[in-house]
């Protein structure tokens, strides 16, 4: 089955730098790919996702990159706020199979 | 509009012991799944349901059943609780399927001593 690597596990960021978090699939019919958000004690909320047609994907100060050759994508956060301080997991999956696999999440912490 | 709502929030076992966890979803979507996250693991999938009438097992389903009668409801049922149950468990809900965006629940934290 899929298997999804995070890094890193932790990362902390001055506020105003930017940050990214890289994760690698193993199955190359994996074609969407989801990024999560997870703020304490809530459940993850989707913030940006790319589908294996596209390599680039940009939403105001989020955006993810793919490479589906070397099977691994990006997710790059600009001019970092304290309010981006969360958990983040990527994803992947595939059509037609209804087990997406997750990463083991990167904790952020952006430092005022 | 709720989105996902799950209930309890919070439940304390002891090993042995039985419990049913609720999740309800009031945005119409035939996709509903349970996750458990533990530390360091990040979300595994339990049991999903393509639609009413219908569950399958994921990645990590032993110890665990689950039912959904309604379409907007899907159960988690732990017959005998094992402390290695002990996890924050999610459910989540989709329009389409995993290839599309999913709405989790807040959670519940189950602890089983």
């Known amino acids: 089955g899929e298997n999804v690597e995070q890094h890193p596990s932790t990362l902390s960021v001055q506020e105003g730098d930017s940050a990214v978090i890289k994760c690698t699939y193993s199955d190359s019919a994996s074609n969407y790919f989801p990024w999560y958000k997870q703020e304490l004690g809530k459940g993850p909320q989707l913030i940006i996702d790319?589908?294996?047609?596209?390599g680039e994907k940009k939403d105001q100060r989020i955006a993810v990159t793919l490479n589906k050759t070397a099977k691994h994508f990006s997710l790059h956060i600009t001019e970092t706020q304290p309010e981006d301080s969360a958990v983040y997991f990527c994803a992947a999956s595939k059509s037609n199979n209804n087990d997406m696999r997750f990463g083991a999440g990167t904790r952020l912490t952006v430092k005022p | 509009n709720a989105g996902v709502t799950q209930t309890p929030k919070f439940r304390v076992l002891k090993t042995g012991q039985s419990m049913t966890l609720l999740c309800a979803q009031d945005m119409n979507h035939e996709y509903m799944y349970w996750y458990r996250q533990d530390p360091g693991m990040g979300l595994r999938l339990i049991h999903y349901?393509?639609?009413?009438?219908?569950?399958a097992k994921g990645e990590v389903p032993d110890g665990y059943n689950v039912s959904r009668l309604k379409k907007q409801n899907f159960l988690l049922g732990l017959e005998s609780a094992a402390p290695s149950q002990t996890s924050v468990y999610f459910c989540?809900?989709?329009?389409?399927?995993?290839?599309?965006?999913?709405?989790f629940g807040q959670g519940t934290r189950l602890t089983v001593v």
């Open positions: 790319i589908r294996s047609n596209v």
């Open positions: 989540a809900s989709s329009y389409l399927g995993t290839n599309t965006e999913a709405f």
């Open positions: 349901s393509v639609g009413e009438g219908t569950t």
